[in-house]
């Protein structure tokens, strides 16, 4: 009776035991295993990321090489031309003096422009200025997807070769923004082929309109200018040349007009798209003061020595949208917001200006699919 | 473990529109965008006064899905 009555009590202490020693075996081979286990998944994470990566760089090559035979007429097969412009590399000057840094990084960034220029105009037999700069910007799209495909290869083999949990789960945790800007350059493609305005342009279409009637003249390079009249200011607006893919030199522009022209402005106004924070609503406006420019930097440290030089003050109106509605097709909210921009123009010029004055208008970003 | 690489996201299809704006009377015209057009280029004429139009919006706007 004690016998058949303690049975079922020991089985059960068996598997009790059994389980704890398993569960404590998994323990320590976890403890000991851990980052070995959390690498493999990194690795398989990242290699998905870089299979994507890849495919989208050979893609924007393939759209680039296709409007190049297709659109440019170029005479013979370009691959190997645009092969090579991919590895192209543009070296930074040495900052280790910072004295003079921005006037070497414009000289190395106009020769890089320059040679883009050159190199897409002896590739193509079609002199059409908008297929040159539409070239060249599928081109310089190629070329960033290329180099991030080869940056995020580089640290992935480097993490794979030296068992490196920490490069391998920093790169992990970077690749959704990463992939998130690929894409958004590979949809750039899409608008660019095309012609279409893109949301990047909010500030140029404001600044057309602005222009219509009156007479334009080259300022800078890729860079014009007209001026007109608004409630007793005389008006100096600028934009990029379009409806060329063109961004322009609004910072040389603005110092010819005030250093050449003898132009003393009460205000700048620029008006450009900026990059809106999540959660923030597409179109949205803002407004501030300092240079709204983005880049390099090299423009913005221009139009802010000019304005501190000659103690003009400086005002900002601002177009939310992502980086991908900022690269792709104008959406509706961007473009509609326009009208609203144009009366907050209105409104600071009005409080910021008396009759009489001068007022320099910027209209910053690029321009494809916006004339003048 | 669960992936950090998005999938591709599923695009919602965005159609691309020319907005033709007569500088006389502000009558505006909603058309297909084609490519050639660009902002300020000339568009077709008025359909209320007869001048001509001037492109003054280039957009994208998602694809109406059918009801039903």
Known sequence: MSIVSSMPLQLGSDVN???YMTSLGFFI?????ATRIQVYFAL???????????VM?????KEAIEYLTNVGKTGSDPTQRVDQFLDYVTIMPVDMDPQGIVGKVDHVVTTNNDRVRAEVASLITQNNPVTVSISENLLEVATSLNQIHKVVRHYYLLGKKTNSYFTLV?????MPMIIQEADALLNAVDS????QPVGDGIGPVIVSRLMVGAEKRAVAKDTVMAMT???GRKLYVLKADGPMAYVGQPGVAIKKIIEDMGVKPTAIVMIDAALKLEGEKTGEIAEGVGAAIGGIGVEKFQIEEEATKNKIPLYAILVKQSILEAITVMRKEIAEASDKVIQVLNRVIEEKTKEGDDVLVAGIGNTLGVAQ | MMSSVPATDKKSKLLVYSIEECPACGQKTKRAFQVGDYITKEGAKCTKCGNPTRISLVYAEPAVKPSG
């Open chain 1, 17 to 19: 035991t059994l389980l």
């Open chain 1, 29 to 33: 081979i976890y403890g000991l295993y």
């Open chain 1, 44 to 54: 398989n994470d990242i290699g998905r990321g870089l299979n994507k990566l890849k």
């Open chain 1, 57 to 61: 760089k050979d893609k924007a090559r």
């Open chain 1, 170 to 174: 920093q790169l992990q945790m970077l």
């Open chain 1, 192 to 195: 660019f082929k095309v012609g």
């Open chain 1, 229 to 231: 009249e608004y409630k």
